[in-house]
C-alpha cells in the first residue's frame, strides 16, 4: 500500500531563508508525486508533479523538489521565502501507472510559517 | 480559462438529512475525484468518477455516493447525515485521471 509521511507538521522560517519541507513516500510500484498547497478558505493549488522524467522538477512560485528513489523522498525547496508563501503544505503519492486512476494518497499537511 | 467550480460554497444540515454536492470540473476534463478534508484525518480519497463510470472508490460507507453526468459535471450526495461528516469536500479534475489534478475550492459541510 502507498502511503506518504511529511516530517514536521510546522516548519518556521525568516522571510529570505531557505525553504524545506520534507517529503517521504511508500511504493510499490514506480510512483507519481505531487506537491500541492492551500491557503486558508481555499482548495488546493498544484505546485509541481513528478511523473517519471527529470528527477529535479520546477514548480510554481520558485518552487522545487527532487525524487530520490535511494531515499524514498521527494522534498520540497524555495531558496528564499516570501510571506506569501505562509500556507499549508501536501505531499502526495499516486500509483497512477497501475490502474489506480483519480486516487492521490496524501500526506498530513505542512504548515509554513514565514516571519518578517 | 474557468476552474472547478464547486457549489454551494458552505452548507449547515441537521444530523440524519441528506445532503447533494456539485462540482463542474475544468472544461475537457472527463476525471473527477472528491475528497473528504478533516483536521483528524486529513484528506481522504472518496470516488472518482470518468465518462459516468465509477471508476476508483475510497474507504467510505454506502452512505457516500456520486455520479457523473455526460456534460462531465459530477455530484455527490451523503445520505443520513451524522456529525462527523462535518468537512470540507473537495472535488478535483484531470483530463484522464492519470495526471495531476486541479482542485476546486470545496464545499463546507456542517453537520448539527
Known amino acids: 500500500a502507498q502511503s506518504v509521511t511529511q516530517l514536521g507538521s510546522h516548519v518556521s522560517v525568516s522571510e529570505g531563508a531557505l525553504v524545506l519541507l520534507r517529503c517521504n513516500y511508500s511504493?510499490?510500484?514506480?510512483?507519481?508525486l505531487f506537491w500541492y498547497v492551500q491557503y486558508p478558505n481555499q482548495g488546493l493549488q498544484l505546485l509541481l508533479k513528478y511523473t517519471s522524467a527529470a528527477t529535479l522538477v520546477k514548480g510554481i512560485n520558485g518552487f522545487e523538489a527532487e525524487f530520490k528513489k535511494s531515499e524514498t523522498s521527494f522534498h520540497l525547496t524555495k531558496p528564499s521565502a516570501h510571506m506569501s508563501d505562509a500556507a499549508e503544505y501536501f505531499c502526495a503519492v499516486s500509483d497512477f501507472g497501475s490502474g489506480n486512476t483519480g486516487k492521490l494518497i496524501f500526506g498530513q499537511g505542512t504548515t509554513l510559517q514565514v516571519k518578517p | 480559462k474557468a476552474g472547478v467550480t464547486q457549489t454551494p460554497r458552505y452548507l449547515i444540515k441537521t444530523r440524519g438529512q441528506q445532503v447533494t454536492l456539485s462540482c463542474s470540473p475544468i472544461?475537457?476534463?472527463?476525471?473527477v475525484s472528491w475528497y473528504q478534508q478533516t483536521p483528524g484525518q486529513g484528506l481522504q480519497f472518496l470516488f472518482e468518477?470518468?465518462?459516468?463510470?465509477?471508476?476508483n472508490k475510497g474507504n467510505f460507507p454506502g452512505r457516500f455516493s456520486g455520479r457523473q453526468f455526460s456534460n462531465s459535471r459530477s455530484e455527490m450526495n451523503v445520505s443520513t447525515l451524522e456529525l462527523g461528516d462535518s468537512a470540507l469536500y473537495l472535488c478535483?479534475?484531470?483530463?484522464?485521471?492519470?495526471?495531476?489534478?486541479?482542485f476546486g475550492s470545496g464545499t463546507r459541510l456542517t453537520v448539527v
Open positions: 478535483a479534475s484531470s483530463p484522464t485521471g492519470e495526471d495531476g489534478y486541479t
Open positions: 472544461s475537457g476534463h472527463r476525471s
Open positions: 468518477y470518468f465518462s459516468e463510470t465509477q471508476r
Open positions: 511504493s510499490s510500484v514506480p510512483p507519481y
